[in-house]
């Protein structure tokens, strides 16, 4: 089997299917909100992200109220879903930077799953959504395999956008297992997912 770090990062964070027709009709809701547990582990990526964005990890929304669902905002999201996944091009952080773990935006056009978060959320946020609502989130693949998603809060439920699909999924749709995201009142901080399924807030680094 081949374990490069291309290898690795096309197998956990690539892009699949971009090539797919556009899917405006929002789907039946999701069955609410993820169910988020204490405060957990920060991922190494991301405490190396602060460290250097210092500014970017310590906001605190005023307003914690998931955003409303809406058409504008559901096209909106598939929108940005469709055209960063299309305009970054899938590289692993040891061809990128010479180190794994490296969590920052794709400015230079490459980027494995972290980095497609980030630019989601940023362009979501400059689009004038809170923070509170755009989550960065790890999970496990079916397969087992680390991987990392944004979670939209909304009135409807929580939506994940991905870069592994265009497809906007409700969380609980994705197959994923989810282990911790961003806190809503913090962004520096971690919450532990309750899913059903035993957290294991230390499994992805």
């Not at 990890?57 to 307003?63: L, V, Y």
Request: proline content about 4%; hydrophobic content about 40%; aromatic content about 8%.
């Amino acid at each position: 089997m081949n374990s490069s770090p291309m290898a690795r990062t096309l197998r956990l964070c690539a892009v699949a299917g971009l090539a797919i027709s556009a899917h405006w009709a929002v789907p039946a809701w999701a069955a609410g909100a993820m169910t988020t547990g204490g405060l957990t582990s920060q991922p190494i990526g991301h405490y190396d992200f602060c460290k250097t964005r210092a500014s970017e990890c310590n906001i605190r929304p005023a307003n914690l109220e998931p955003a409303k669902m809406t058409d504008v905002l559901w096209h909106r999201l598939t929108n940005v879903t469709a055209r960063v996944n299309a305009a970054v091009k899938p590289m692993s952080d040891l061809d990128n930077y010479g180190k794994d773990e490296v969590w920052t935006y794709p400015d230079n056009g490459f980027g494995d799953c972290e980095d497609y978060v980030l630019e989601k959320r940023r362009q979501l946020y400059r689009m004038g959504m809170s923070l509170a609502d755009l989550l960065i989130t790890v999970v496990r693949k079916p397969d087992g395999e680390g991987h990392s998603v944004l979670t939209v809060r909304t009135d409807k439920g929580d939506y994940v956008l991905d870069n592994l699909t265009d497809r906007v999924k409700a969380w609980d749709a994705t197959g994923y297992r989810y282990l911790k995201r961003q806190a809503i009142d913090n962004t520096g901080r971690w919450v532990s997912i309750r899913d059903g399924q035993q957290v294991l807030v230390g499994s992805v680094q």
